[in-house]
């Protein structure tokens, strides 16, 4: 459907000495657009959206300045009252046939670490960089108008996608949908720790307490950028995507009886990385913690239960009415206990 491509991938890894070595790999992989994105039916739609025109909108985007020039260029006065802001206005949304590929070009470099003389000890190290073409975006009718009015190259064909009254300049229609707008840029830096610890290294008095577990995982986002028509977009910073997160689980396994404590981090963020200095009430967000923990006992061999606790503490992120629903689901939920049967044949 979307023709002939190449995918391929290249690596290597040298250890100098058995405590420590290096890897590094390269690809290219390819994307097809699904189905729904090629061939889903054009339908009416009713949104509300964001108008980057309008006087609440007008100092926002990642070039404010570039986005006033192009609203005045249309003629639309300082100080406008955009309807489609307060109440929805009829649209249409469906699949697009003419999508080409998604390519992505991608290096990752690791550095790794086992020492000998701490046995159960693992740390790795990696720098991934990430590029993306041709990325297929699902446009909404906010997204179309800011592809025109915070571009280099105003008017252009996002500026085609909709359409306002010459008169009031209020939006009368446009034309949501799937397109290849965009190129994605993303490096960041991974880190996992890993350590298992059997008690009875003290002795064997302690032959019988069990063992703890340690792992770490911990992520920083060095960029993560959109660009489009000329335009670059941050993707990382906000409540949804914080630069800085990791998950830690300490495990302490004895016979048939398992815990763990888990420690889950979110960095400090924005609710809106684009919104311009009074856009937004209390953007920024302070970091964020929270603890889950399970409990579980293997009666028989094929029997085993499980109770746990998420969000021991009932912690709730500041205004938590607007943080991104994905990642702060279970917080949202508030302290939540669960108990798990599982029979195993």
């Known amino acids: 459907m979307t023709g002939s491509y190449w995918t391929y991938m290249f690596g290597g890894s040298w250890w100098p000495t058995r405590d420590f070595g290096f890897s590094g790999n390269y690809a290219q992989s390819v994307r097809n657009p699904s189905v729904t994105e090629l061939f889903s039916p054009k339908s009416r739609v009713n949104s509300m959206a964001s108008d980057p025109c309008a006087a609440e909108d007008i100092a926002s985007g990642p070039n404010p300045a570039i986005r006033a020039a192009n609203c005045a260029k249309q003629g639309i006065p300082s100080g406008f009252v955009s309807d489609i802001v307060n109440y929805g206005i009829y649209g249409s949304d469906g699949g697009n046939a003419r999508l080409k590929n998604e390519v992505s070009h991608s290096y990752t470099g690791s550095f790794h670490f086992t020492p000998h003389f701490v046995p159960g000890l693992q740390l790795d190290a990696s720098f991934v960089d990430v590029k993306i073409s041709n990325e297929i975006m699902d446009l909404g009718i906010s997204d179309i108008m800011s592809s025109c009015y915070d571009s280099k190259s105003f008017p252009n064909a996002y500026c085609d996608m909709f359409t306002r009254d010459p008169n009031t300049h209020q939006v009368t229609g446009y034309e949501e949908g799937f397109v290849n707008i965009a190129n994605q840029h993303m490096q960041a830096l991974e880190a996992s720790l890993k350590y298992y610890l059997p008690l009875r290294r003290f002795g064997r008095q302690f032959e019988s307490w069990g063992a703890f577990d340690l792992s770490v995982n911990y992520n920083h986002y060095v960029k993560n950028t959109q660009t489009f028509l000329g335009t670059t977009y941050p993707e990382v910073g906000s409540t949804s995507s914080p630069k800085d997160s990791f998950t830690a689980n300490l495990n302490y396994i004895r016979g048939p009886l398992f815990i763990q404590w888990q ?33 579980g006992y293997k009666i028989t061999k094929n029997f085993n239960v499980n109770f746990m606790m998420n969000n021991v503490f009932d912690a709730l992120p500041k205004d938590v009415g607007t943080v991104g629903l994905a990642r702060y689901y279970d917080v949202i939920l508030g302290r939540a206990f669960e108990l798990q049967a599982g029979v195993h044949f």
């Not at 979110?266 to 964020?288: C, H, I, L, M």
């Open 263 to 295: 420690t889950i981090y979110y960095g400090p963020s924005k609710f809106n990385v684009t919104a311009g200095e009074y856009a937004e009430t209390d953007n920024n967000r302070p970091d964020f913690f929270y603890f889950n923990t399970t409990i």
